[in-house]
Each structure stands twice: as C-alpha cells, then as structure tokens.
C-alpha cells in the first residue's frame, strides 16, 4: 500500500465529518459575479501546471504535491452564481475507488471570501477561499491533515481573432484546455466595446455554450444545452464603457461527457455560441482540441 494513502483517506474522512453551513453567505452583485467568474484550476496542463494541491499530515513527515500523483481540480464559479466542474483525487490503490465529485452548485462571497455549495460531499464545502491576483487560494486544517489549494485563474486559448459582432461590439472565442482526467474544457466569448460612447448589450436566458462537430462537417455531434445546462438564469443588461470588455463563460465540461459512448476519441471541433436579444444566435468556432474518454 503506498505511503500517501493514510493522508489521502484521513482527508476524504474529515469531509464527511465537517459541518457544511451556508449561513452567512450573502448573494452576489453583478460586479462581484463578473470580477470573480470564470475558470479556476489546480490540474496537469499541456506545457505546465494550474496551481498546487497539497496535503499535509500533522501526525507524520508526509506531505504530498497531489496534482503529481494525478489530482485535479477544475472550477468554473459564474456569474449567476452557480459552479460547474470536478474535482479528481486518485487513490492509485488496488481496491480502493478512486475520489470523483461533480462541482455542480453554488457560491457566494462574505466579505471578499468565496464560499462553495454543492452537493458532492466535498471538504470544499468547508474551506473558504480569498482571492489573491489571479489565483483563488484556500487553506485550511480537517482533522490532522492540512490542505492547501491555489487555483489559477486558466487563460483560455485560441486564436485572438476578432470579429464584427451584434451593437457596435467586436467579440472573441476562446477555449481553456485542463488536462486533467479526462480533459476538461470551458469556452468562454468576450465583447469589446470599440467605440468612443458606452453601448448597452442584452443576453438572453442562456449565456454561452459548447458545440462539439467533426472536422469538415457542419452539423454538431455534441451541444452543452442538450446536456441541460444554462449557465444563467435570467436575461440581463449590461452596459459596458468605451474600451472596455465583457466576457462570458461557458460550464466546465468532460471530454468524457462529450464523447459518451457514442463517439470516438479523436480530434473535434469546438465552437463558443450565445443569444443576444434582438440579434439571434452568435456562434464562432474556438478551436481544435483531442478528446479522450480515459486519458
């Protein structure tokens, strides 16, 4: 049995052991929402790493980088308030279930601190995060073992492409690439407002969403709606100052989820797409990424 085992289920015990209590959590501001929505990360990634997940025991001389024994977090908090992603821990023992949580929830912030709520019994739940830069950093003691998280904040990729888009905005695609277990993506679109006078943009029920196709088709072999998911709850209005931008996030999504059993591994297209009222559908395509189901 390997040495970091002891630590690794001492952690995912105290979860089960921890209190979670919501109360005294406020809700979010639209500033708060947009200043701190987007896709936070602690994973293996093509090129680097996204932040550090460490455990440390209290009891013994054993402390543990986490992402190198394969752990990841991918999190996307969004502007409505709501969260998407997973949160990975392998135990890399035989018998032992690896540590696989869906981040589907909530958040909130009390006092410049990000709370998380979700119904994975995760120690997340009970570790208040505070923002520093562009990272999301949480430490905090559950049972004899210390955890500490920094999640950066994932500069999405794509090609900076800019184009013409509804109002007067100009917009841009870009897709985030987490290589955790499997991948796992997030889109994101962002509107600039170009000209010398603010310009009001209006979102519908929907911000942006995922479409899988295969090179060279047109039709869409996957789409994040069918998978029930709106990363909002209602319309909104924004107005946004000359110069200035506002961008948009899809939910977190699994190469896994996407490829189902229905489709293969291999190389597909992803494209970002959203509604703005009075102007239809708005769908560019972001990239190309390799998904696979177990890797």
Not at 11 to 21: S, V
Not at 30 to 40: H, K, M, Q, R
Not at 157 to 168: L, Y
Not at 206 to 212: D, H, N, T, Y
Request: net charge negative.
């Amino acid at each position: 049995m390997q040495r970091f085992l002891p630590v690794t289920m001492a952690l995912l015990a105290a979860a089960a052991l921890a209190a979670c209590d919501g109360s005294g959590t406020s809700p979010l501001t639209p500033e708060e929402g947009l200043a701190v929505s987007g896709t936070w990360a602690a994973s293996p990634a093509d090129g680097g790493e996204f932040g550090t997940i460490t455990f440390q025991a209290d009891t013994a001389d054993i402390s543990r980088d986490m992402i190198a024994e394969g752990a990841s977090i991918v999190l996307g908090l969004h502007p409505d308030g709501t969260t998407s992603g997973r949160f990975f821990i392998p135990v890399n023992v035989d018998g032992v279930p690896d540590f696989d949580a869906d981040l589907t929830g909530t958040w909130s912030i009390e006092d410049g601190v990000v709370h998380l709520d979700h119904e994975a019994d995760t120690f997340l739940r009970d570790m208040p995060f505070e923002l520093d830069g562009d990272r999301l950093v949480g430490d905090e003691q559950f049972g004899g073992v210390r955890v500490r998280l920094e999640l950066e904040r994932v500069t999405t990729q794509g090609d900076g492409n800019v184009a013409p888009g509804p109002g007067g905005f100009e917009i841009a695609v870009d897709v985030a690439v987490m290589e955790s277990f499997p991948v796992q993506l997030a889109g994101s679109m962002t509107f600039t407002n170009p000209g010398s006078e603010e310009r009001t943009l209006q979102t519908d029920v929907c911000w942006p969403l995922l479409r899988a196709y295969r090179p060279g088709e047109d039709t869409p072999v996957w789409d994040q709606l069918e998978e029930g998911a709106c990363a909002m709850l209602q319309p909104r209005t924004d107005v946004v100052e000359p110069g200035a931008s506002i961008r948009f996030q899809t939910p977190v999504v699994s190469a896994a989820d996407i490829l189902d059993d229905e489709l293969p591994d291999g190389t597909y297209i992803i494209t970002v797409y959203f509604q703005v009222m009075g102007e239809g559908e708005i769908e560019r395509e972001a990239g190309e990424v390799e998904l696979h189901k177990f890797r």
